[in-house]
């Protein structure tokens, strides 16, 4: 495993992010690579309160996303459901959002990015907060990757 993004003083660029993939990619192979882009959610607040409703954890992947990548996203999301995570909003079929963030679509691997609960929610950041909560996410994200290369064998 490795970090794409390993300075804590300064943000890295989308773009450079994808070429920093993208070099792994040339180097080990593309089939090789995985990219998984972590984050927690944010949303609007609620007219009477500083707190939003919406909770969970979602799983994205570009428009025009590999086979690869939804299998990646599908296994992650069979981790949301397996610790109840999935949170209250409407989940498509398919277990997987699409969008075309830069990330996910210049990229040369499977990719995925996941958004782990939400800050802007109380229930959701007490667990963000918590070291069993970080533990949790992690855990998901692990277990979700060693899926994957399972169902590649």
């Known amino acids: 495993a490795e970090r794409i993004v ?33 984050h927690a959610n944010a949303a609007p607040k609620n007219e009477d309160s500083i707190w939003s409703e919406a909770r969970g954890i979602s799983v994205h992947v570009s428009k025009n996303a590999s086979e690869a990548s939804k299998l990646l996203a599908q296994s992650l999301y069979a981790e949301v459901i397996e610790r109840e995570l999935q949170g209250n909003r409407s989940v498509p079929k398919c277990q997987y959002w699409q969008n075309n963030f830069t990330v996910l679509v210049k990229t040369q691997c499977p990719a995925v990015l996941t958004e782990n609960l939400f800050y802007t929610n109380q229930e959701d950041l007490k667990i963000l907060q918590s070291d069993e909560g970080k533990r949790l996410i992690v855990d998901l994200h692990v277990n979700g990757i060693i899926n994957y290369l399972n169902s590649l064998k």
Do not use: M, P
Request: glycine content about 4%; overall charge positive; charged content about 30%.
């Open 6 to 38: 390993t300075e804590d003083n300064h943000d890295v660029t989308l773009t450079e992010r994808c070429n920093r993939v993208n070099k792994w990619c040339k180097k080990l192979g593309t089939k090789n690579v995985i990219f998984i882009s972590i």
